[in-house]
Structures are given as C-alpha cells and as structure tokens.
C-alpha cells in the first residue's frame, strides 16, 4: 500500500532535527526500537491512528518534509492573523481563531463528499482554515503515496528513456525536464518529484509546477518551491501556457477521480499523450480508490482518449 514501506533512500543533507515543528506534527513521525534494524513509524490521518512505517532513510525523507511542511502552516497562519487584524483589533485573535476551528470543521466532515463525491467544494478550498488544516495533514500522505508511486513507475519502466547516473564532479543539472502536478493544490506530489529524481535522475533541471483552480493555493506553493498558476481540470487547450511550455510528465492525485473522470478531459489527456510533437510522456495516476474503472474506460476507449493504461499495483 502507499507508505507500506520504503525502499532505502539517501538522507539528502538534512539532518535528524525534528525540534521546531508545527504542533500538528508532534508523534507524526517516530522511531520504533528493537527487531533486528530500526524501524520508523509515521501516521497519514490526524488522529494518528492508523500507522505506517519505513526504514531510518525513510525517516530522513519523512523529517525533511515535516521541516518543510512548517513553515507554510505558520505563512497560512500569519494570513489568517493579518485577515483578522490580531495586531490591531480587540477581538482579533478570536476572530483569528474561529477561522481556524471552522477549518478544523471542514477538514473533518468533509460536507460535500456525501451529495457531490467530492472531498471539499471550491469555496472550502480556498478557506484558510481549511488550508491550514490540509497542509498539516494531507502532506504526509501526498508525498508518501506520490513517492509510493514514482517507485513503482521507474520499477516498471516508465523512466526507462530518461539518463541515470550521477553528475560528474561540480557539474549541475543540465537536462530540462518539466512536470505538472494537475490540480495540485500546495504540490506535496511535486516534492517527491524532486526528491525522486535527486537520488535516481539527478542529471534532470526540474521545472515544477502546480497547477490549481485555486489561486489561494498559490503562496503554499510558493514556500514549497513550486510554481503555481491557476489552472481548469478542464482546459487542455490552455495546459502549456499555464505550465510555462510543453509539459514532459503531470501528476495527478484525487483530482483524476473527483474532476478528470469525464470526456473532455479524456479527449485531452488522450491528444496530448498521442501528439505526434511534444508529446506529454506520461500521466500518473496517484489514487487509493478501488473504483477506478469508469474512469479509466473513458481514457482507454479508442473514440476518446485512445490511451493506454498500465496498472502501477496489483490489482488482485
């Protein structure tokens, strides 16, 4: 499963300082002693209750994300102080605080997904409550699961064209290479991306960008180190301009089942993988449901997206 188990993965220069977190964080992310090596436990959901776990290299790439992750839970925070003038007004920072619980609120009922199939309306998305709340949470299970998955396309060809190996001596990264996370929101996806090609294609210059309905989205991204521009599901036609030029590989997560699961955005997914120049090499597909095969017959159906489709796990 996503986050069952990493492979062995470099420690990436960041050293095992887990001091200074958000809150949200603490017990996130722990080691485990006794067995025969040391193993790592982490947890995806916010009440830590189901958990997960890896190896001490793991647990490197897991700490460098929470350091990461923090300081763009505490930019989402000075949004919502400056919002609710704490400096200035007398009720401020109550005000500042019922933004908060009332994102706490929406992250944990999820309203819409019973009536809509959808996790969280387009209003809800762009509540900084909200924001808050999905950056401390879903950023562990963006990376790991988008990790997950980038292990599983290169165990199964899907990097086969691209140049391993390492740089030689004081060389850069001098091969351009440009994913898009497609609906991405923040791009935790997009921060596997680059901690994935660092170890196994570090010859690659990453042009990553998130692309989001959502232009709040766009100063999470930002403290991520993404680009980000705003951006319709819907609109293939507009893919390139937005993404700053062709766009070699995209990544998409619950955005392919909640939004992408129709005709149109079959008809474009499938022009752009079948474009006979600058072709979009590949689409991952990062997603958890079981009931994916609606979805995917559309892009398989020779009429639409006339696309192919390989099962990245076993589906038995």
């Known amino acids: 499963l996503p986050g069952a188990g ?73 949004k919502i102080d400056t919002a609710c003038d704490v400096e200035g007004a007398p009720d401020g920072r109550a005000k500042a605080n019922a933004v908060v619980t009332e994102g706490q609120r929406i992250y944990a009922r999820k309203p819409n997904m019973g009536e809509h199939d959808v996790t969280w309306s387009q209003s809800e998305y762009g509540h900084l409550g909200l924001q808050k ?16 998955c980038l292990q599983r396309a290169k165990r199964n060809g899907v990097f086969d064209d691209l140049e391993c190996g390492a740089l030689d001596g004081a060389s850069s990264p001098q091969l351009p290479l440009r994913w898009a996370s497609l609906g991405g929101g923040p791009g935790f996806e997009l921060l596997a991306v680059r901690w994935f090609f660092e170890k196994h294609f570090p010859k690659y210059d990453l042009d990553l960008v998130s692309l989001d309905l959502e232009n709040s989205w766009r100063g999470a991204a930002d403290g991520l180190g993404m680009r980000f521009n705003t951006w319709d599901v819907s609109d293939g036609d507009g893919l390139e301009a937005v993404a700053g030029g062709p766009v070699d590989f995209a990544i998409a997560s619950y955005v392919f089942k909640m ?33 994916l095969e609606h979805a995917l017959g559309m892009f398989l159906d020779a009429k639409l997206g006339n696309t192919g489709v390989v099962p990245l796990m076993d589906p038995s």
Not at 48 to 66: A, I, T, V
Not at 133 to 148: C, D, F, G, N, P
Not at 265 to 285: D, F, H, I, M, Y
């Open 6 to 78: 990493f492979e062995r993965i470099s420690p990436m220069s960041a050293p095992d300082d887990l001091s200074n977190l958000d809150p949200a964080f603490d017990g996130v992310l722990r080691r485990v002693p006794g067995g025969l090596s040391a193993r790592c436990e982490y947890f995806q959901d916010r009440n830590k209750r189901w958990p997960f776990h890896c190896d001490e290299e793991g647990y490197n790439l897991l700490s460098r994300l929470l350091r990461a992750a923090t300081p763009v839970v505490g930019a989402v925070q000075l």
């Open 259 to 291: 939004y992408m699961a129709n005709e149109k955005c079959a008809r474009w997914v499938g022009e752009k993988l079948n474009s006979p120049q600058n072709a979009l090499r590949t689409v991952l597909v990062v997603s958890r449901d079981e009931n």
């Open 133 to 148: 709340e999905y950056i401390r949470y879903k950023s562990v299970q963006r990376l790991t699961e988008a990790w997950a």
